[in-house]
């Protein structure tokens, strides 16, 4: 066989030479400890950065405030005690308004008519009043005080018939009045409008 150029390149392996990123040096480089191959290293020789491992926890985010800043929450205190009131100067109505009924039916059943069709408005439109107070209606105000003023009319009538009554009756018209001025306070109105 022949001893020329092409058998010596046919067992030689191709070598890969990496080129260098930098400028170009013709400085002696070190000696290495390893060899110089062409095989490249499927293993890193350096230090290994460690990612951090991932948790489940993401922490939630935090809110932020768009638009107009929204008012304090209302106090409720004075739309309980204008409920409170309220419930109690209907019940007092009711009593008066009973007795009348029963006490007048005889002598004058016309009267007796009208006080019982004045404490059915009264008595709706308070507890109307006192419901959508409850569940923060508007309108509730406007039932309250409507309501109240029925009982007074009521009251009213007793005078006007000259009814003998004990002393404490004559003082049962402060209980409507008192749940007018309290269902027009203006904390109540800010108890009444949803937020």
């Known amino acids: ?14 070598r890969i ?6 400028p170009t040096t013709s400085a002696p480089q070190p000696a290495q400890s390893e060899p110089q191959t062409s095989i490249i290293r499927r293993h ?14 993401i922490p939630r985010p935090t809110p932020v405030a ?16 204008t409920a409170v009131v309220s419930i109690v100067a209907g019940w007092a ?11 007048w039916w005889k002598s004058d059943p016309l009267f ?3 006080i019982g069709f004045l404490a059915a408005v009264s008595a709706a439109a308070s507890i109307g009043g006192l ?20 009982a007074l009319l009521i009251f009213a009538g007793l005078f006007v018939a000259g009814a003998k009554l004990s002393p404490v009756v004559y003082a049962i018209p402060v209980l409507p009045v008192l749940s007018i001025l ?3 306070l203006p904390a109540t109105g800010r108890w009444a409008r949803r937020e």
């Open 17 to 22: 030479r990496r080129q260098s990123d930098g």
């Open 112 to 114: 007796c008519v009208a």
């Open 66 to 81: 768009v638009g107009p800043s929204r008012p304090k929450p209302a106090n409720p205190r004075a739309a309980i005690a």
């Open 1 to 14: 066989m022949s001893d020329g150029p092409s058998d010596e390149t046919s067992s030689e392996q191709p």
């Open 131 to 150: 419901i959508a107070l409850l569940l923060r209606r508007r309108m509730a105000r406007l039932l309250i005080v409507v309501g109240a003023i029925v």
């Open 44 to 57: 890193p020789t350096g230090e290994l950065s460690v990612a951090e491992p991932q948790t489940s926890y």
């Open 93 to 103: 109505t009711a009593v008066i308004a009973t007795d009348l009924i029963t006490g």
């Open 182 to 184: 309290l269902a027009l």
